[in-house]
């Protein structure tokens, strides 16, 4: 038997009756403010889930399904979260500062004041999401999916958007001086023109001119 206790008070809050995490079926599990920091947690399920406070740091959640999960104030700092769905999961205030999410889905996902600094994206569907005030300082979103994408406020300087799709994006009052910009497609499905990728611009329209 596994228990999982508050992060703070030691509290048991929840009891599995496995030997292992992996591929542990936890939806609809009430665990907020849980300590999951550097467990093995690949393939577990958290639909539904109030995760709300948890400390997920250090943790390997590959192939993880937190699908519509409040995680509101979790800490996933240097988290594996390679592959996870987090398809509708509300992540307000989130910390995902050196967190690897590379083909992640976060899809219709709500996102607003997370702090994603440094945070690995590569290739993650986060279409339709709202990212408002996020900050993506540094963070690795090459290739993504940021269609219909609420970055309205978003700080994205210094990062890596190359080969994004940003089409239908809001992106008003968007930070994004130094970042990489090649074969980027734009709000209004422009192509980032190869004459401007080595240079350094604020304003995010200033990318698609010609």
């Given amino acids: 038997m596994i228990e ?3 992060a703070t008070t030691r509290d048991v809050l929840y009891r599995l009756e496995y030997n292992s995490f992996q591929e542990a079926h936890l939806d609809n599990a009430k665990i907020a403010g849980a300590d999951l920091s550097n467990l093995d947690l690949r393939g577990v399920t958290f639909r539904n889930a109030d995760l709300r406070e948890v400390n997920f740091s250090g943790a390997n959640l590959q192939g993880a399904i937190l699908k519509n999960a409040n995680l509101s104030r979790a800490n996933f700092e240097s988290a594996n979260l390679q592959q996870v769905d987090l398809t509708n999961a509300f992540l307000d205030d989130a910390c995902f500062v050196e967190a690897d999410l ?12 997370a702090d994603c600094k440094g945070t690995i994206f590569l ?3 986060i279409s339709l999401a709202d990212l408002n005030q996020v900050n993506c300082n540094d963070a690795n979103m090459a290739h993504c999916d940021l269609r219909g994408t ?23 009052d968007v930070r994004m001086t130094g970042v990489h910009m090649e074969n980027a497609i734009g709000p209004h499905g422009q192509m980032v023109p190869t004459h401007r990728i080595e240079k350094k611009y604020s304003r995010w329209w200033e990318f698609w001119k010609r």
């Fill in 4 to 6: 999982i206790k508050h």
């Fill in 102 to 113: 590379s083909h992640a889905i976060l899809r219709y996902s709500k996102m607003s004041n």
């Fill in 123 to 125: 290739r993650a569907d």
């Fill in 150 to 172: 609420n970055l309205a406020g978003a700080n994205l300087n210094g990062a890596n958007l190359t080969g994004a799709n940003m089409l239908d994006a809001k992106m008003i």
